[in-house]
């Protein structure tokens, strides 16, 4: 369960190149392995089925080039990404300022998904570029909606329009309306209007924010998506689409380790570009949205970016320069700087999630979930008991000198001997990162990931996309009474 | 007739079913958020059904990915302690007021702990729900440790003799180790003074196969023992938590369908099991 998927990938992509000559009936067995792949990742099933079509299709053009030569597994896996890629970065775009300020910016989206945090990350995002947004309160429905956008708005710094009290109480439109006259007057160029939840199937309310749509008129809808969303991402879209309408999309809570196929759902099937991605409790967790991170995510092959951004966010900087720097002498990796690197993934946050979002962790995977987190706290009482000259270098470590250190540790020998031949594996890996860039080659084959795909998932951008239509499937409520009233009816 | 029971008849007797039938019924799954696993497991056990007891075969194949644990809240002979976790946004902070209100309905007392103290006017929002649905709220200073006001709220329930505490918790994302440790925390330290009967974990019925992962997680870290599945009332129909029931055995006890205190309910299989199917 936990990497299925990218187990299953390589998986496939391995057995393909075993084969040496790649047919079409090889085809088939991988594009099913992608399917189930797809599915895991919460990609919806009409859209899953699009996609593996077109991959097949395109596998197939290409086998006759494929016939020869070791990397047919590279060309398909290329193909893959590519299309992934193509559809999550279509017509990716920056918001839209308007000629006459202020811009106006609409959130709306499923209760819960994320808008009232979002709406201050936003007003923060712009600020900080020397804008001068309001937020505007017009979520005056959840209990203390209102309150939580001042408390937002009051630590980025943005002052927000909130004349209604909420709970029930005011009119959102009125709110809105109301704000744009006030963002004049204060000249703000630009307005970030948050709105209550909604669910896609209820028509009263989806009413609710078209008409504040139609006295706001915003430069920009952002439909805001939780990126653990699984397969109603479609019928949601789909309603917010065809109701209130949107221009681009948000994916939050990317900070968990969802696969995130409803990003490429409501990509192909809405053609709107996403444009932000959220990623974190803190309202500087926030970023534009990368369709190349995305597609890897997605393929369960790891998120190196966002990986490497995240270490660099852990590990105080100083301890990094210092890193750095003897890496640059030449000087060797010891045990002192393996504990440092253990407190600072340890403040990064699950092990098992960092692991994950490396490139083919699935083989990985039971390593990955038998990682005990106490183990930090355990080698960190073990390196401390050793004497400098040891942490340099923990050859000198002999017998009796472990025996000390387990007795001074409270820990046993073995203990101490797991921890001396696992930082002798880190050592030597990090003796290769140095001789070349990134992770060693071996390292990686030993992940089972193919050979160059590390490239692959550096990835590049491509434009253009045709926003597909897809199966209308009418939305009925997931509440047995209500559906049973909406089947009479 | 939905596709569920067109399916049936197909089956039933000399079946009928071809492999369209088979694709129609994968997708219904697949599309409730069974997740394939599921699904493939499911539709494999359904492929042997034979003769004219297809509806109880199906319904028992299903029925046997349930959990059997019981769907009650287990009470405790002191105040019976709730406590509510979850990832962010699911309906915890609802459900809390929500089960706050359908047990005293039946005439329990029942007082809130605000240990959500995290995020922006989290305290504010469950002390508005309080005053609702008419049950006191213990909450501590602003920025107080969780823990704190939780152990507080178990102390004071205590001397009160309440029927019931329900802890709000904040909501964390489970790849979170230090946020999952803090829950750890609140749980061991309300144990001082009152046993935790129920952790209930809320999961929001969009939610896909991510689910699986925030059960697991959750419950290593503060033994659930039963699920909160809250938006049934949008075209979401929550199959995620079947697979939660049957990979990790852990019953689904209630169920919330909408924003208000009274859109609550005890868990029904049957229904939950056709609302899965009947498209
Ligand atoms: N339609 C519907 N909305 C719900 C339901 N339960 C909760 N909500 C809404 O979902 C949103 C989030 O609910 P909260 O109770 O604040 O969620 P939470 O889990 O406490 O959120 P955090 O504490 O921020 O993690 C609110 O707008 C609720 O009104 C439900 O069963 N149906
Ligand atoms: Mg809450």
């Known amino acids: 369960m936990f990497d299925s998927l990218s187990s299953k990938l390589t998986g496939a992509f391995t057995s393909l190149r075993s084969r040496g000559k790649i047919t079409s009936s090889d085809i088939d067995a991988t594009c099913s392995d992608i399917r189930a792949a797809l599915l895991e990742s919460d990609v919806a099933l009409t859209v899953v089925e699009a996609f593996i079509e077109a991959i097949r299709a395109k596998s197939l053009a290409a086998l006759p080039t494929l016939q020869s030569g070791t990397n047919q597994a590279q060309v398909i896996f290329e193909i893959v990404n590519t299309e992934l890629i193509e559809i999550l970065g279509g017509a990716g775009r920056r918001v839209r300022f308007a000629k006459n300020p202020p811009t106006v910016i609409m959130l709306a989206g499923l209760q819960g998904a994320g808008k009232t945090t979002l709406a201050g990350k936003l007003a923060k995002f712009y600020a900080d570029q020397g804008n001068t947004p309001l937020l505007v309160a017009s979520d005056l429905q959840r209990p203390n909606a209102v309150t939580q956008l001042q408390v937002v708005g009051e630590s980025v710094g943005v002052p927000v329009f909130a004349p209604e009290p909420g709970n029930g109480v005011g009119n959102p439109m009125k709110v809105a309306e109301q704000s744009l006259a006030y963002a004049k007057t204060k000249l703000y160029n630009m307005v970030i209007v948050d709105t209550a939840g909604r669910l896609g199937v209820d028509t009263e309310l989806m009413q609710q924010v078209i008409d504040i749509r139609n006295v706001v008129k915003p430069d920009e809808i952002l439909f805001v998506v939780d990126a653990m969303m699984g397969q109603d991402a479609v019928r949601t879209a789909k309603a917010f689409q065809d109701g209130v309408g949107f221009d681009g999309v948000v994916l939050t809570k990317l900070d968990g380790d969802a696969r995130g196929g409803a990003a490429l759902s409501i990509a192909k099937l809405t053609g709107k570009p996403i444009m932000f991605s959220s990623n974190g409790e803190k309202l500087t967790d926030f970023d534009i949205f990368y369709p190349e991170r995305m597609a890897s995510r997605i393929l369960g092959l790891g998120d190196v970016a966002t990986l490497a951004e995240q270490a660099k966010k852990a590990f105080d900087g100083e301890a990094t320069a210092k890193l750095e720097e003897k890496f640059a002498r030449g000087d060797d990796f010891t045990l002192a700087d393996f504990l440092e690197q253990l407190e600072a993934m340890s403040k990064m946050g699950s092990m098992s999630k960092l692991l994950g979002m490396l490139p083919g962790a699935g083989a990985m995977k039971k390593q990955i979930e038998n990682f005990d987190e106490s183990e930090i706290v355990r080698t960190k009482s073990i390196v401390q008991s050793m004497t400098p000259l040891e942490r340099e270098d923990p050859k000198v470590l002999n017998g009796s000198r472990r025996a000390r250190i387990a007795l001074g540790a409270g820990r046993k020998v073995q203990d101490v001997n797991s921890l001396v031949d696992k930082f002798t594996a880190a050592q030597k890996i990090m003796r290769q990162m140095r001789k070349g860039a990134g992770m060693p080659p071996a390292m990686a084959q030993g992940m089972g990931i193919p050979a160059g795909m590390g490239a692959a998932i550096g990835g590049h951008q491509h434009g253009g996309q045709k926003g597909q239509q897809l199966a209308k499937k009418k939305s009925k409520s997931g509440n047995p009474a209500k559906r049973a009233a909406q089947e009479k009816g | ?279």
């Open chain 2, 1 to 279: 007739m939905g596709i569920f029971s067109q399916f049936v008849a197909k089956i039933k007797g000399q079946s009928t079913a071809d492999p369209q039938d088979w694709q129609e019924l994968e997708a219904e799954l697949l599309g409730a958020d069974l997740g394939p696993t599921l699904t493939f497991e499911i539709i494999r056990s359904a492929k042997s059904i034979k003769g004219d007891d297809a509806i109880a075969s199906l319904t028992q194949i299903l029925n046997s990915h349930l959990s059997a644990k019981p769907r009650d809240l287990i009470m405790s002979n002191d105040v019976t302690v709730v406590m509510v976790v979850g990832v962010n946004g699911t309906g915890k902070t609802t459900s809390v007021a929500k089960l706050a209100a359908y047990l005293k309905s039946s005439g329990n007392s029942v007082v809130l702990a605000a240990a959500d103290t995290f995020r922006a006017a989290a305290v504010d929002q469950l002390q508005t729900w309080g005053k609702r649905v008419g049950v006191d709220v213990i909450a501590g200073k602003e920025g107080a440790e969780p823990a704190s006001v939780a152990f507080d709220a178990a102390t004071r329930t205590k001397e009160l003799n309440s029927d019931y505490l329900i802890i709000d918790t904040a909501g964390r994302l489970h790849n979170k180790s230090d946020l999952m440790a803090e829950l750890e925390k609140v749980k061991r330290v309300v144990e001082k003074t009152l046993a935790v009967s129920e952790v209930l974990l809320v999961i929001d019925a969009t939610t896909g196969q991510n689910g699986i992962a925030q059960a697991k997680i959750f419950a290593e870290a503060v033994e659930v023992t039963g699920l909160i599945i809250t938006k049934l009332d949008g075209s979401a129909r929550g199959g995620v938590a079947l697979a939660i029931e049957s990979a990790l055995d852990i019953p689904i006890k209630f169920i919330g369908t909408g924003e208000g205190d009274t859109d609550f309910a005890l868990f029904e299989p049957s229904s939950y099991l056709s609302g899965l199917i009947s498209d």
